[in-house]
């Protein structure tokens, strides 16, 4: 039996939402609580909590159904731009664990922000991080 989550009960119909797009692998809804209107998100069909766990075809899908979505934004909304974001467990702020992306519709002095503060690296450092991430 598959893990039920908060999304699972949305795709199952037993919460209500205002549904995007649907097939086998994935379906998109708007955000109940968007960082701007028309902000949606695109979830995996079955509740793969990260994306470590999700396959990489669903997850190549899940982009190509994002991409289509910002682009109808772009069209509709007349948006400037987009976030497209996926939080990875809950140390990155994933509050429902169950694999999804956030397309967010941005416009030019929205005021709005996802962006966290910057560090530096030290001499050195970056190369040292270079090999230890190199795959």
Do not use: W
């Not at 919460?15 to 998100?41: R, T, V, W």
């Not at 396959?55 to 509709?76: F, G, N, Q, V």
């Not at 987009?82 to 467990?89: A, G, Q, R």
């Amino acid at each position: 039996m598959e893990n039920e989550t908060l999304f699972t009960k949305i795709r199952d119909g037993e919460i209500p939402s205002k549904k995007l797009y649907q097939d086998e692998l994935c379906f998109s809804i708007l955000d109940i609580n968007p960082i701007n209107k028309g902000h949606a998100l695109v979830i995996s069909a079955k509740p793969y909590k990260n994306i470590g766990e999700c396959p990489e075809e669903t997850l190549c899908h899940m982009i190509t159904i994002a991409k289509r979505i910002e682009s109808r934004m772009r069209d509709a909304l007349k948006c400037n731009g987009s976030n497209i974001i996926i939080n990875n467990d809950p140390a990155s702020g994933q509050e429902v664990p169950h694999l999804h992306i956030h397309v967010v519709p941005r416009y030019s002095g929205d005021g709005k922000t996802v962006v966290s503060r910057k560090e530096s690296y030290a001499d050195g450092e970056m190369d040292k991080m270079q090999e230890t991430l190199k795959i």
